[in-house]
Nanobody
Framework: VQLQASGGGLVQAGGSLRLSCAAS????????MGWFRQAPGKEREVVAA????????YYADSVKGRFTISRDNAKKTTYLQMNSLKPEDTAVYYC?????????????????WGQGTLVTVSS
């Protein structure tokens, strides 16, 4: 599967952005999907993840209540709605797909990665 992330940009603190991740190739519904981010000088971390069925979700504590992950299997697209953005949310955001039968959230568990999209939140 090939992944293409988009939707990043510059936003003021308190603002919102929606990231999109379009997939092509093998059946999108076969993959658990995740959003990750990497800030300068920091390790890549999981932000949110969503199971193939869309039933199971995971959110990092730092984004709970502010970010929402969703998917549209018909459009082969995963979204990350980001509200109440903070300067500490500034990072390159990546989407990724995991072909495992099980729902997993670790960075190393994901097989396929899109290119990143930069989100910058100004104070």
């Amino acid at each position: 599967v090939q992944l293409q992330a988009s939707g990043g940009g510059l936003v003021q603190a308190g603002g919102s952005l929606r990231l999109s991740c379009a997939a092509s190739g093998r059946a999108f519904s076969d993959y658990n999907m995740g959003w990750f981010r990497q800030a300068p000088g920091k390790e890549r971390e999981v932000v949110a993840a969503l199971s193939k069925s869309g039933i199971n979700t995971y959110y990092a504590d730092s984004v709970k209540g502010r970010f929402t992950i969703s998917r549209d299997n018909a459009k082969k697209t995963t979204y990350l709605q980001m509200n109440s953005l903070k300067p500490e949310d500034t990072a390159v955001y990546y989407c990724a797909a995991d072909s495992s039968l099980f729902f997993r959230v670790g960075v190393s568990r994901y097989d396929y990665w899109g290119q990143g999209t930069l989100v910058t939140v100004s104070s």
